[in-house]
């Protein structure tokens, strides 16, 4: 699961880090705009200020101000429910968000406080749901996870988390029985990505729980054939 960096408070300041914190948004007459100040104001309250950018202890920060529940799944869960303003950012580090990356998304979403952040996360969870961007959201929760570098897989106990989280609204018997089968086989102690993908396909596409269009010769992956001989030896 993702882990927090532990920020130093302490760091002294530098003079370009000083800098950066009094630039703010300008109309293009070159004024200052209060929506500007604001929006900056807010990217100094979270940003780790010797690397002069919000870092995952940043966006715990912001996860909490923001009343998401803090749960064992916390990380994730912001995700979740912040998407898609991930993606309109376009942050070029994962967890990580530039204070211009930052000023380009919150003057997207036309916000400048906590509250109004707060007010546009249903909209933001919407639009994840939204088919054209699901497949993408559920790609970029599985790379999320990948807290290494070079890492390629992601553990059972944490992928049963995740693809709850992540599936499980859309669906459940699936998720679960798949939760299940993963808990309880032996061959398996990772999951990589294109196994992570395939069960989302294997979610749109099979029916269930009879299974009756499952095609072994379709090149689904080794992991799932074998959950549908468990799932239909449980059924018979």
């Not at 919150?106 to 406080?113: A, G, I, N, S």
């Not at 906590?114 to 007010?119: Q, T, V």
Request: proline share 3%.
């Amino acid at each position: 699961m993702p882990r927090a960096s532990k920020r130093k408070s302490d760091t002294p300041k530098s003079t370009s880090a000083k800098s950066a914190r009094s630039e703010s948004i300008t109309t293009a007459s070159g004024k200052t705009t209060k929506f500007g100040l604001s929006v900056d104001n807010l990217f100094q309250k979270y940003a780790n200020k010797l690397l002069g950018m919000i870092d995952p202890e940043g966006i715990e920060a912001l996860c909490s101000d923001l009343g998401v529940d803090h749960t064992n799944v916390k990380i994730l869960m912001f995700a979740c429910l912040l998407f898609t303003w991930i993606r309109k950012l376009k942050a070029e580090k994962q967890g990580y968000f530039t204070q211009d990356e930052w000023r380009k998304g919150l003057k997207d979403l036309q916000v400048d406080t906590i509250n109004k952040l707060k007010k546009s996360l249903p909209k933001l969870e919407a639009e994840v749901m939204m088919p054209e961007n699901f497949e993408d959201f559920y790609s970029y929760a599985f790379r999320y996870c990948l807290t290494e570098d070079k890492q390629k897989c992601v553990d059972i106990e944490s992928i049963c988390l995740l693809i709850d989280l992540v599936l499980g609204p859309q669906f459940r018997a699936q998720v679960d029985s798949f939760s299940e089968f993963l808990k309880n086989q032996t061959d398996y102690k990772v999951i990589n990505m294109d196994q992570w993908m395939n069960f989302l396909r294997f979610c749109q596409e099979v029916s269930f729980p009879d299974l009756e269009n499952y095609d072994l010769d379709q090149a689904w992956p080794v992991i799932l054939d074998n959950f549908v001989e468990w799932m239909r030896e449980k059924q018979n």
